[in-house]
């Protein structure tokens, strides 16, 4: 018979402790104590083992042992623990076991921690089940909590990935609205304000992604008004001239304004993508005048 791995033997030392009837000397507390302490050492001998959905499992079984005893914080880090060898891919459980984190958090009020772990939940299922929707959700209700917690930066970052998503998703009109919004916040600190030409931009290619040239205008116009400096800035120059190419129906001169801003600004994925939705709805529509 194999004999048994040192993780084994604790997890079946752990059972054994959870599955007891507690006697007429000992409180039931002690025993979950006991059987939580076994569960965790035999959690991060199996993560030695690199088996990362057993550590995972009894990380779990630590929680529930914690939860017995009312110590909410030593579960919610026992969650969290659990998740970290989830993420080894298992995401769905990573998942599962972050909202019992988050559960435990906010009940303590640690809502800066919360939006930590809701902005992983973003991160799992954008990257590993492409689930755009629900990644956009996560990163919206993150972005919440660091407001509420006056991390206005953080939270900044997280609306403004929520608004790329919005706009993959082609809800133009949610995308622009988180744009501007994260553009008002930067507007007011010198340390975030260079970044709001950028913001500015990303809203107005969405308003041209709806194939709605005036809108786009209109809003340019309008953030000149909030920030007079913008006008000289390339964001805005290219904004103008691709808004002149799509009111004309030219392909040729919006092609060249988007080879030459790349030239000196590198195109990310995001915008290469956009650029490419917009010139299509050109192609489809040839001079809106």
């Not at 080894?88 to 303590?108: E, H, K, S, V, W």
Request: glycine share 4%; net charge negative.
């Amino acid at each position: 018979m194999p004999s048994k791995s040192p993780a084994q033997v604790l997890l079946e030392k752990a059972d054994k402790k959870a599955n007891s009837s507690t006697g007429w000397f000992s409180s039931s507390s002690s025993k979950w104590e006991d059987a939580g302490d076994l569960y965790q050492q035999a959690a991060n001998s199996f993560k030695l083992e690199k088996l990362f959905k057993e550590a995972g499992d009894c990380f779990s079984r630590e929680a529930e042992c914690r939860e017995q005893c009312k110590e909410d914080s030593e579960a919610a880090n026992a969650w969290w623990n659990a998740a970290k060898a989830y993420k080894r891919g298992y995401p769905q459980q990573a998942i599962d076991a972050l909202t019992q984190t988050i559960t435990f958090l906010t009940r303590g009020g640690r809502f800066r921690q919360a939006a930590d772990r809701e902005k992983e939940i973003g991160q799992i299922y954008l990257q590993e089940n492409n689930d755009l929707r629900k990644a956009c959700e996560s990163y919206e209700r993150a972005g919440e909590w660091y407001a509420q917690e006056d991390a206005m930066a953080t939270a900044n970052a997280c609306f403004k990935d929520a608004a790329d998503l919005r706009a993959d998703l082609e809800e133009y009109p949610q995308a622009i609205a988180r744009y501007e919004e994260v553009a008002n916040h930067s507007l007011g600190s010198a340390l975030t304000k260079y970044s709001v030409k950028e913001y500015w931009l990303r809203a107005g290619l969405c308003a041209l992604a709806m194939n709605d040239p005036v809108t786009a205008r209109r809003s340019a116009t309008n953030y000149a008004n909030q920030d007079v400096t913008f006008t000289s800035t390339r964001e805005c120059k290219f904004l103008k001239a691709l808004i002149e190419a799509m009111e004309s129906g030219d392909v040729e001169a919006y092609t060249g304004a988007v080879v030459e801003y790349d030239q000196v600004t590198k195109l990310d994925n995001w915008k290469t993508s956009m650029l490419l939705k917009i010139k299509r709805g050109i192609q489809e529509e040839p001079g809106l005048t």
